[in-house]
């Protein structure tokens, strides 16, 4: 699958079916130095007024449980 692929799927809680919103408004958070995917950083939705957008929550890459046509599905700690 290629980036721009994932890019334009929703992501979304197993749990709750809670929607989080796309994948381009999030950030693929990149080991340096071994260049493994460690996770997605969801943010808070863009504004006009917002001079930066705010980390919500983090998503391991081990959370993530289905990729499938429309959707990415991930397992969410609420601890």
Known sequence: MRLSELTQKELAGMRDGKKYGLLQEAELV??????????IEVKSPKSWRAKKQETLFF???ESIQVIGKEYVLFERDET
């Open 59 to 61: 998503v391991p890459w």
């Open 30 to 39: 990149v080991d340096p130095v071994t260049g493994r995917l460690q996770g």
